[in-house]
């Protein structure tokens, strides 16, 4: 089987955002992750492709989703794994980033999945190591993974990308996810509004090639999709918005809204705070397609993985 997207060249050495990424290369990912969404359907849903490959995964903030998410992507693909994780580990001895990094190198690894607080340390690591380096989230300027596996849970679900009407709601501000998926979406041709308040609204925000509105009932007439992100409440001082429960009342999507608008698809990048992105029934409803974004994150990592080994130019084929 030759590679989806003919004879496209995938040139990219790291994942470090999207911004670095054509929509040649944001295609390339998700039409390989079509083929790894089938492998995970196999009765032994396990490919040899990395098993000479030794990953690490190198995460100094919480994660639920995109760690084990990579984990599984690595299994299924045959690679060693190894996990860090700060809160154990000689970080806690005052060991700085470029020593740990630089000494997990030392242990023979070709790639790191990296997670941290700090904007900007993928970039880093790449000055410290020969290593491929993957962001899983850096600070509040990227999360690639989390906007190519919406992206790719959007293409599933409606179709093409293009002229797609995608609403994103929530701390505009804060978020990482929505940097990415902006870049992401207006590269493959979606249209895009931010919805939330004046005070979670970065500064140019318009600049980005987004509408920027702040009436959630007129979006989700709008849109194919709406998708809410997590009110950061950890990072929140109780000054950008009165109450949560006023969050809510204003941003939050509820039971009427399906109702009284058929066409939108709910999802959210997780973790969810019920009851205040969304009612609970939302998030359990037939209209929420937040547990195929967790399933899809696998297949589009796999995809990443694979296509950043290297391994397309070498192998032709992954079955
Ligand atoms: N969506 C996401 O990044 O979730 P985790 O923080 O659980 O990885």
Redesign the pocket.
């Known amino acids: 089987m030759s590679t989806p997207s003919g004879d496209y060249v995938f040139k990219q050495p790291h994942l470090l955002g999207l911004k670095e990424y054509s929509a040649g290369d944001i295609t390339h990912i998700l039409d390989h992750a079509v083929h790894f969404r089938e492998v995970l359907n196999r009765p032994v849903p396990k490919l040899p492709t990395l098993r000479d490959k030794t990953i690490v995964n190198l995460f100094y903030?919480?994660?639920?989703?995109?760690?084990l998410?990579f984990e599984l992507a690595q299994k299924r693909l045959g690679a060693d794994v190894v996990n860090f994780s700060s809160s154990s580990s000689s970080v806690k001895k005052g060991e700085s980033l470029k020593d740990t990094i630089r000494n997990i190198e030392s242990m023979k690894i070709d790639m790191v999945v990296v997670?941290h607080e700090s904007p900007g340390v993928p970039y880093f690591l790449t000055r410290c190591v020969d290593a491929t380096i993957v962001n899983?989230?850096d600070g509040a300027h990227e999360?690639p993974t989390?906007a190519l596996l919406d992206m790719f849970s959007m293409r599933m679900k409606l179709g093409d990308l293009k002229g797609m009407k995608v609403v994103i709601i929530g701390d505009i501000s804060h978020s990482r996810?929505v940097r990415s998926n902006i870049i992401g979406l207006t590269r493959l041709g979606a249209e895009v509004r931010v919805c939330g308040p004046k005070t979670m609204m970065p500064l140019f925000v318009d600049e980005l090639g987004v509408v920027v509105s702040h009436d959630l009932e007129d979006c989700l007439g709008w849109c194919d999709v709406a998708m809410a992100l997590r009110i950061q409440l950890e990072r929140q001082d109780g000054a950008l918005f009165p109450s949560i429960r006023e969050y809510h009342q204003q941003f939050g999507i509820k039971m009427e809204h399906l109702r009284r608008h058929k066409n939108f698809v709910v999802m959210h990048?997780?973790?969810i705070n019920r009851g205040v992105e969304m009612e609970s029934d939302v998030a359990d409803s037939n209209r929420a397609i937040i547990l195929d974004q967790v399933t899809n994150g696998l297949a589009v990592r796999m995809a990443v993985l694979y296509l950043l080994s290297g391994r397309a130019s070498e192998v032709e084929n992954y079955r």
């Open positions: 903030e919480n994660s639920t989703r995109t760690r998410s997670r899983a989230g999360h989390q996810v990048p997780g973790p």
